[in-house]
């Protein structure tokens, strides 16, 4: 049984081989792992317009149907929103025009990441070394939160409205308004 480190360089290799075949522009790939508790990958390409975004992504369904990747969701926006994100877990794509990729510049937002040429996830033969596993502290446990009842907390005297009387005051009947005289003609 392959490895999910070795299942997810597969889905990577097949989401950047296809891409890559239906020119795919300033293809990336930043492996996240480090920094992203959510995704170990994020591939980023740019499509030549909004029917290019649209053959891309259903391209990518294609190859994730066939490698029954599991879909946490898709979002394609807006129509001509120009940015497209599929979460398929531990791999996410990001599918732009070139001015949302100009305008999001989201391998900026991940300068600290490791990049993996195209090249490289390409190559079949190629051995990609999983990044070295630092030695994680133990987060420390949290206490359970005491459950609060449904019931409202008594108020303290100092916000406590002061009560109000349950008798009701007797106020005056109303007079109706006087009517008109209606003139004869």
Known sequence: MPSDSTTELSLVRDIVRILDEKKAIDLRVLRVSEQSSITDYLVLATGTSEPHLRALRVELEKVLDAQKARIAGMDTGE??????V?????VMIHLFTREKRDEYRLENLWKDAEELSVAQVLNPDAVIAEPAKA????KPKRKAMP???AKRPAASKRTRA???SKTKKKSAP???APRKAKRSA
Do not use: R
């Not at 129509?79 to 497209?84: A, D, L």
């Not at 599929?86 to 531990?90: G, I, K, N, P, T």
């Open 162 to 164: 002061p009560k109000v």
């Open 79 to 84: 129509p001509g929103s120009g940015w497209t």
């Open 147 to 149: 459950v609060k009842s």
């Open 86 to 90: 599929v979460d398929a877990y531990q």
């Open 135 to 138: 030695k994680a502290k133990p």
């Open 174 to 176: 109303k007079k109706p």
